[in-house]
T-cell receptor, first 115, second 114 residues
Framework: DAGVIQSPRHEVTEMGQEVTLRCKPI?????LFWYRQTMMRGLELLIY????????DSGMPEDRFSAKMPNASFSTLKIQPSEPRDSAVYFC?????????????FGPGTRLTVL | GQQLNQSPQSMFIQEGEDVSMNCTSS?????WLWYKQDPGEGPVLLIA?????ELTSNGRLTAQFGITRKDSFLNISASIPSDVGIYFC??????????????FGKGTKLSVKP
């Protein structure tokens, strides 16, 4: 059974460029989460979707960040324009609400470096 | 907002030793989760706890959901080299959004004693 798939695994870009990160959640999961991980701040939730609808985007750092989920099997996180302080590992996670809880399964992450 | 205090920040283990780490919160969570993250990978779920007082094992790992719902611990018995990594606790916060989201601790880094 395939887990959460993210691409690319590594991205190096220059300041000012647009960056698009991609995620395919586990089939049948109805929640999708985007996280950012840095040494300083640890794991931070950026945004999450339920049934393809954004529910909480209060973690999105600023307007340069946007996320979409056009269908149940695909989501993107876009940064435009990118800045060096956006360098981090970005994780996508998915879950299916069950037994009153919502256990999340993480993808391998995209390591973003903005020069 | 809610925060989790995870301790210790780091620890060194010798093969065969038992390991213990814990998380505390200033407020109540409905679910506690424990994840392990290896270098270059995403966090992998180890144990999920859904009820106060629940004690759950997964092989050499045992975790408990505190009675007050404000804390949880993870024990690893008879540690082996592949236990090395970063362990995260996470609490599910139903106050933020109708379905909640995870609040993560800062992690406990497990290393092998030189």
């Amino acid at each position: 059974d395939a887990g959460v798939i993210q691409s690319p695994r590594h991205e190096v870009t220059e300041m000012g460029q647009e960056v698009t990160l991609r995620c395919k959640p586990i089939s049948g999961h109805d929640y999708l989460f985007w996280y950012r991980q840095t040494m300083m701040r640890g794991l931070e939730l950026l945004i999450y979707f339920n049934n393809n609808v954004p529910i909480d985007d209060s973690g999105m750092p600023e307007d340069r960040f946007s996320a979409k989920m056009p269908n149940a099997s695909f989501s993107t996180l876009k940064i435009q324009p990118s800045e060096p302080r956006d360098s981090a590992v970005y994780f996508c996670a998915s879950s299916k609400r069950d037994r009153g809880s919502n256990t999340q399964y993480f993808g391998p992450g995209t390591r973003l470096t903005v020069l | 907002g809610q925060q989790l205090n995870q301790s210790p920040q780091s620890m060194f283990i010798q093969e065969g030793e038992d390991v213990s780490m814990n998380c505390t919160s200033s407020s109540i969570f409905n679910t506690w989760l424990w994840y392990k993250q290896d270098p270059g990978e995403g966090p992998v779920l180890l144990i999920a706890l859904y009820k106060a007082g629940e004690l759950t094992s997964n092989g050499r790992l045992t975790a408990q959901f505190g009675i007050t719902r404000k804390d949880s611990f993870l024990n690893i018995s008879a540690s082996i080299p592949s236990d090395v990594g970063i362990y995260f606790c996470a609490g599910l916060d139903y106050q933020r959004g109708s379905q909640g989201n995870l609040i993560f601790g800062k992690g406990t880094k497990l290393s092998v004693k030189p």
